[in-house]
């Protein structure tokens, strides 16, 4: 059976699962057996749980969760990335190869997926991979070492680009291979390491993990590192035209593994210096997955100097005060290190204001210091640095979490939490034994789990399955309604499909990461109230001296 009508009509829907599978084996089920969308960020879940699962498959060898799919999308004009997820005991194959428990492999349209003892379901993507992509367009290499890079992009900044990358010793393990991840900078030679550098003596379950690093030819920089597959916090957050906020809860597990890898950072000396929705990457978009920062390129290494930083550098959404923004863009070109020297520079506490930025966001969906969007507004604003807790996005968040957003944005650098004190906060300390457990359970062990460069010999240890025959009929089920998701905007902001209730038009360009052309929102007068339009927008890394 196909793909309904509804589902083609649905602009949301990036891929199917199909069944496959000749007609007359779909007798018995007591209803059709119905394809299965994959929308931006969702799971579809697929295992003997009913109340769980968007696809239940009834055979008892079936686990309650046996895998998950999703697809990821870097920005509207990017391919999604398609994935799927083995959380089984008994394992599922992709293309007839099987895959190690707790492994997530990239999808490719065609791809077959088999559960064994249920159906086999063939995975449609709709938006699909057109070859020539950047890496015949940029001359990057296709093949260091035994690595691969394929035409995948992951996603792209100012610095670089982030590829989907394959470690020939895996394709010949009878298994399938990891995906991996490499990020191409294009760089003067004197900087080619700095970023590989530091990523290379890191080792924390918070941080990205690089295996390798590579310099290339025509001053590329290679950075091979694992592939996080569950997309970025901004991805995670962007739903319709604004970002969302998450529940406290899930919104306390994102602060407190930030937490977790900014308090190893700064003991190793380290300052990430642009701490962003884009650089927080998530294994699984889904609560409680795993929290994994990335972006090193412009980070600070002070453990041999231990000096005060005076470069001005970050994204002015996220950046502390002190770093020494100027609202007018002009005052570069003859301040630039001057203007922080006037200031004594700036420390590690840096990162400590992102985070607030970041959990300001995560909370409420709302930038604190955002204004009319221009970068001119928010870098004033957050000079001011004045925070309002009155609108109606706080009302549900808790005292112990508003008292913590503003330890953070302190404007007097002495007052502010540093990433050790932040820890000992009411709002953390007084969910310490949960948290650390719930850290243990979720967050270490998964990085336990997941598959090493140098394992290259994996076996699973099976219980034996249950065979019945004939197989047991799966049970389907539509996933959520994703029109369901496009109409309740939960901060209210902006409701889509409700044109006449607000008019937002945007004047800038579709090319969302080019900080350049970002233009003014045009709203209705009529239609500002209550606070400001946070409309979805990645924002670009500034390096000014
Ligand atoms: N290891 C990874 N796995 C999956 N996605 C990644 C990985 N590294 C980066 N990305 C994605 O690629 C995007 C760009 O990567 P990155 O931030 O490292 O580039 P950049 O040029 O330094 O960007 P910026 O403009 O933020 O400084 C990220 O926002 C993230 O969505």
Request: with cysteine; proline share 4%.
């Amino acid at each position: 059976m196909g793909i309904g009508d509804l589902a083609l009509a649905d602009r949301e829907v990036l891929g199917y699962l199909e069944p496959v599978a000749a007609e007359n084996e779909f007798l018995g089920c007591k209803e059709p057996l119905a394809a299965v969308a994959i929308t931006k960020n969702k799971l579809v879940k697929m295992g003997r749980n009913e109340r769980e699962c968007d696809v239940v498959l009834s055979h008892p060898s079936v686990s309650s969760v046996h895998c998950m799919f999703w697809a990821i999308r870097f920005d509207e004009d990017s391919v999604p990335m398609y994935y799927v997820n083995d959380c089984s005991l008994n394992g599922i194959q992709l293309n007839g190869l099987s895959m190690k428990r707790g492994q997530t492999c990239l999808l490719d349209d065609g791809d077959i997926i088999t559960v064994p003892n249920a159906i086999d379901y063939r995975f449609v993507a709709r938006i699909k991979l057109t070859t020539n992509g950047l890496v015949e367009q940029l001359g990057f290499q296709k093949n260091v070492e035994n690595w691969h890079i394929t035409s995948k992009v992951v996603g792209s900044g100012t610095f670089g680009h982030v590829l989907v990358a394959n470690n020939t010793a895996f394709a010949n393990s009878g298994r399938q291979a990891i995906n991996f991840a490499v990020k191409i900078i294009k760089m003067k030679p004197s900087r080619l390491d700095k970023e590989a550098k530091i990523l290379l003596k890191l080792a924390h379950p918070n941080i990205i993990k690089v295996h390798k690093t590579f310099a290339g030819s025509s001053d590329h920089l290679y950075i091979f590192q694992d592939l996080i597959t569950g997309g970025d916090l901004f991805s995670y957050l962007a739903k319709s035209d604004c970002l969302s906020p998450v529940s406290e809860t899930e919104a306390l597990l994102i602060v407190y593994q930030i937490l977790h890898a900014l308090r190893y950072l700064h003991s190793q000396g380290v300052v990430h210096r642009d701490l962003k929705l884009d650089n927080i990457l998530l294994c699984t978009p889904e609560p409680c997955a795993r929290i994994v920062l990335a972006d090193f390129g412009i980070a600070k290494d002070l453990s041999s100097s231990r000096s005060r930083m005076h470069t001005v550098v970050g994204t002015p959404e996220y950046c502390a005060p002190e770093v020494g923004f100027k609202a007018d863009r002009t005052a570069y070109k003859e301040f630039a290190r001057a203007a922080t020297f006037e200031q004594q520079g700036y420390d590690a506490k840096c990162d400590l204001w992102s985070l607030g930025v970041i959990a300001h966001i995560v909370l409420t969906g709302i930038s604190p210091f955002y204004g009319d969007g221009s970068e001119a507004s928010i870098i004033r604003n957050a000079k001011v640095g004045s925070l309002s807790f009155s609108s109606r996005q706080w009302s549900k968040v808790s005292d112990h979490a508003k008292s913590f957003v503003r330890r953070l944005l302190e404007i007097d650098v002495q007052k502010r939490l540093d990433s050790r004190s932040a820890f000992h906060h009411s709002w953390i300390a007084k969910h310490k034994g949960q948290l650390e457990k719930l850290y243990h359970k979720r967050i270490v062990q998964d990085v336990e789990t997941t598959p090493k460069v140098e394992e290259l010999d994996w076996k699973r240890k099976l219980p034996k399955t249950v065979n019945l025959s004939p197989s047991t009929v799966p049970k389907k089920r539509w996933p959520k309604s994703t029109t369901e998701t496009l109409f309740s905007c939960p901060r209210g902001l902006i409701r889509q499909g409700s044109p006449s209730f607000l008019d937002v038009i945007a004047t800038r360009s579709s090319t969302l990461w080019n900080y350049s052309k970002l233009n003014s929102i045009i709203v209705k007068p009529m239609l500002c109230f209550e606070c400001s339009l946070y409309k979805k927008s990645r924002q670009k890394t500034w390096l000014i001296a």
